[in-house]
Nanobody, 132 residues
């Protein structure tokens, strides 16, 4: 059973920073699961934010991918020893306001995935509100 639990959301002023965390169950990190962050604003579809590969311990397979709207501002990372995935968000804008979801998919070593339908498991989401 893969379980994902997000935390770290809240209210932040524009220009500020926030760090989201996703705690994953053991299975997610002992088999080759890639991880992703998505977000959904009211009245909009869920959209890709960032993804990170399962590297299998090999640096050449450590890959990340970002949506253009967050590139240069957000950073995704994972701590396999602690079964955690993080999303560091800097220079936040009001348009970043959304519910943020952590997701997992079992894929190829080094693979990063952008599609909502590609992911098998989802967390419950955490609200991020950026005030102007």
């Amino acid at each position: 059973q893969v379980q994902l639990v997000e935390s770290g959301g809240g209210l932040v002023q524009a220009g500020g920073s926030q760090r989201l965390s996703c705690a994953a169950s053991l299975r997610t990190f002992t088999t080759n699961y890639a991880m992703g962050w998505f977000r959904q604003a009211p009245g909009k579809e869920r959209e890709f934010v960032a993804a990170i590969s399962w590297s299998g311990g090999r640096t050449e397979y450590a890959r990340t991918d970002y949506a253009d709207s967050v590139k240069g501002r957000f950073t995704i990372s994972r701590d396999n020893a602690k079964y955690m995935v993080f999303l560091q968000m800097n220079s936040l804008k009001p348009e970043d306001t959304a519910v943020y979801y952590c997701a997992a998919v079992r894929g190829a070593v080094g693979g990063v995935y952008r599609g909502v339908s590609q992911y098998e498991y989802w967390g419950q989401g955490t609200q991020v509100t950026v005030s102007s």
